[in-house]
């Protein structure tokens, strides 16, 4: 009785990590979808979570597409720009079955969270229909908390609302654990970080470090690497140790000489402080004296032998740059397909006057496919060497 005391136990602790840790394994092809209010909507300006995911996953080629609207709920309801079918939430369905997505990131709740209480079963009962449909179309789906709201009309109604908030993401939790999928919480870390400094001036909406924070918050609940491993060269016992996949090439104590290579991504991480982190290097067992390091011939750093001991960052931020601009730009474009300004008159009740123009919407297709295989051609797997050599 005691043993299987222990197992049972055992099982259900097992099984309960399993469940806080979000299951996202994207394969090769795959189809990503952001849908949701204007958390969602309004990440298509840094472009973090997809330069994030894709880092993670240079292997594998992978596009992401943005449906998320401002105002958004479960229903649809903020897409309610047809004055006849579709209604919003056919709408919403065949928007999304257009993408053809295997993955869809669910961040809604804060505007059903207006609705109090009394609105939580009605909600419920929404999301559980949006899952469903989700379902029959091959989509798995991820859940994503609300973020916490700071309502400027007075301390209790931004109790009540903060409130309001949490019994909503309970709710969501409980759904995603009854349908055996992945919760992921960014209100509580957000919620801790006590500073200014993550939000827009309404502390309604994340700015530029909030939307960091809060892409480094769903990759640790995804259990994506958040930081780049750390390479470590002794240059006299002719060792590297390091999580990349590296190799030392070459070492030349006496004449302060060496060479290593990476295979495989060498995109920088993701930082608060800097936007870009790439791998500290630290290469103990040199003589006193200043040193410099090139990748492929050109020069990264300059640094005396203490320094280097004890570890420099390298600076890779143009590569890490190179793929967020590209990121930024297809989702504008994808954007402007998707959200055209005069889409009433394109692809609403009265595109009998300007429906011709669908065919130039249709047309950025070839543009944003373009994109997403220069996206993932610059996570391209290849060999870097770096060189070291002491300044002459």
């Given at each position: 009785m005691y043993r299987i005391t222990i197992f049972l136990f055992l099982l259900l602790f097992y099984s309960s990590s399993l469940f806080a840790q979000a299951s996202f394994d994207p394969k090769e092809g795959d189809r990503v979808i952001y849908l949701g209010n204007s958390l969602m909507e309004n990440e298509q300006q840094y472009g973090f979570l997809e330069y994030l995911i894709s880092s993670n996953h240079p292997e594998k080629h992978l596009s992401f597409r943005n449906l998320g609207w401002s105002g958004d709920t479960v229903f649809g309801e903020a897409r309610s720009y047809y004055t006849s079918p579709p209604g919003p939430f056919d709408l919403l369905i065949s928007q999304i079955k257009a993408t053809r997505a295997d993955w869809a990131f669910l961040a809604y709740g804060t505007v059903e969270a207006q609705n109090g209480s009394k609105g939580l079963v009605e909600f419920e009962q929404g999301l559980s229909r949006l899952l469903d449909s989700l379902e029959a179309m091959g989509t798995k789906a991820l859940i994503i908390s609300t973020i916490p709201q700071l309502l400027m009309n007075g301390?209790?109604?931004?109790?009540?609302?903060?409130?309001?908030?949490?019994?909503?993401?309970?709710?969501?939790?409980?759904?995603?654990?009854?349908?055996?999928?992945?919760?992921?919480?960014?209100?509580?870390?957000?919620?801790?970080?006590?500073?200014?400094?993550?939000?827009?001036?309404?502390?309604?909406?994340?700015?530029?470090?909030?939307?960091?924070?809060?892409?480094?918050?769903?990759?640790?609940?995804?259990?994506?690497?958040?930081?780049?491993?750390?390479?470590?060269?002794?240059?006299?016992?002719?060792?590297?140790?390091?999580?990349?996949?590296?190799?030392?090439?070459?070492?030349?104590?006496?004449?302060?000489?060496?060479?290593?290579?990476?295979?495989?991504?060498?995109?920088?991480?993701?930082?608060?402080?800097?936007?870009?982190?790439?791998?500290?290097?630290?290469?103990?067992?040199?003589?006193?004296?200043?040193?410099?390091?090139?990748?492929?011939?050109?020069?990264?750093?300059?640094?005396?032998?203490?320094?280097?001991?004890?570890?420099?960052?390298?600076?890779?931020?143009?590569?890490?740059?190179?793929?967020?601009?590209?990121?930024?730009?297809?989702?504008?474009?994808?954007?402007?397909?998707?959200?055209?300004?005069?889409?009433?008159?394109?692809?609403?009740?009265?595109?009998?006057?300007?429906?011709?123009?669908?065919?130039?919407?249709?047309?950025?297709d070839a543009l944003i496919f373009w994109l997403d295989g220069k996206i993932n051609r610059s996570k391209d797997l290849k060999e870097q060497l770096f060189t070291l050599e002491p300044l002459p």
């Amino acid at each position: 009785m005691y043993r299987i005391t222990i197992f049972l136990f055992l099982l259900l602790f097992y099984s309960s990590s399993l469940f806080a840790q979000a299951s996202f394994d994207p394969k090769e092809g795959d189809r990503v979808i952001y849908l949701g209010n204007s958390l969602m909507e309004n990440e298509q300006q840094y472009g973090f979570l997809e330069y994030l995911i894709s880092s993670n996953h240079p292997e594998k080629h992978l596009s992401f597409r943005n449906l998320g609207w401002s105002g958004d709920t479960v229903f649809g309801e903020a897409r309610s720009y047809y004055t006849s079918p579709p209604g919003p939430f056919d709408l919403l369905i065949s928007q999304i079955k257009a993408t053809r997505a295997d993955w869809a990131f669910l961040a809604y709740g804060t505007v059903e969270a207006q609705n109090g209480s009394k609105g939580l079963v009605e909600f419920e009962q929404g999301l559980s229909r949006l899952l469903d449909s989700l379902e029959a179309m091959g989509t798995k789906a991820l859940i994503i908390s609300t973020i916490p709201q700071l309502l400027m009309n007075g301390a209790e109604q931004s109790d009540q609302h903060i409130s309001n908030l949490k019994a909503y993401n309970q709710s969501m939790s409980r759904i995603a654990e009854e349908r055996n999928l992945a919760f992921i919480d960014v209100y509580g870390p957000i919620e801790r970080e006590q500073s200014d400094d993550i939000w827009e001036s309404n502390r309604v909406h994340l700015n530029q470090n909030g939307y960091l924070l809060f892409t480094q918050t769903m990759g640790e609940e995804m259990g994506l690497k958040l930081s780049p491993a750390d390479i470590l060269i002794n240059i006299k016992t002719n060792t590297l140790t390091s999580d990349h996949q590296a190799e030392l090439l070459a070492a030349d104590p006496g004449n302060g000489q060496l060479q290593f290579a990476l295979n495989g991504s060498v995109l920088p991480h993701l930082n608060a402080q800097t936007l870009f982190q790439g791998p500290k290097i630290s290469i103990q067992g040199l003589k006193k004296g200043y040193y410099q390091l090139f990748m492929d011939g050109q020069l990264l750093a300059v640094a005396d032998h203490r320094t280097w001991n004890e570890g420099l960052f390298i600076d890779l931020s143009s590569a890490g740059k190179q793929m967020l601009d590209l990121i930024r730009e297809k989702d504008q474009i994808y954007f402007q397909q998707y959200r055209p300004q005069n889409r009433t008159y394109i692809l609403g009740f009265r595109s009998y006057e300007q429906g011709r123009h669908k065919a130039g919407l249709e047309s950025l297709d070839a543009l944003i496919f373009w994109l997403d295989g220069k996206i993932n051609r610059s996570k391209d797997l290849k060999e870097q060497l770096f060189t070291l050599e002491p300044l002459p």
